[in-house]
């Protein structure tokens, strides 16, 4: 009985912006790793970013880096992808997901929860 809902999706220009929130519902337990991903058109699905709820701790993938932000509410099981600068390839659908225990890394395998995604459009 675990839910994550993605939301904040849409279609920019290139050089413009947009945020990400994942909403985390059901968990007994706040302390988990989240990871943004993404998949574009005809691709592979590809970890771009991830957060260690606890810790605070965080990665990115080059292909981000200094462009996407994640963040985590303080309050609240809600966690960010801010991302500035957006270019075309940046188009893909994204999703959150959840990983209990273990590693925290980018790779999907070990994520165990997934939401239904949402679509970023650049052009």
């Known amino acids: 009985h675990v839910q994550l809902v993605e939301s904040g999706g849409g279609s920019v220009q290139a050089g413009g912006s947009l945020r990400l929130s994942c909403a985390a519902r059901g968990y007994t337990d706040d302390t988990y790793c989240m990871g943004w991903f993404r998949r574009p058109p005809g691709k592979e699905r590809e970890g771009i970013a991830r957060i260690h709820t606890g810790n605070l701790s965080t990665h990115y993938a080059d292909s981000v880096k200094g462009r996407f932000t994640i963040t985590r509410h303080n309050l609240q099981n809600i966690v960010y992808l801010q991302m500035d600068n957006l270019k075309p390839e940046d188009t893909a659908m994204y999703y959150c997901?959840?990983?209990?225990?273990?590693?925290?890394?980018?790779?999907?395998?070990?994520?165990?929860?997934w939401g239904q995604g949402t679509q970023v459009t650049v052009s």
């Open positions: 997901a959840v990983r209990v225990g273990g590693l925290c890394d980018l790779n999907p395998l070990w994520y165990h929860d």
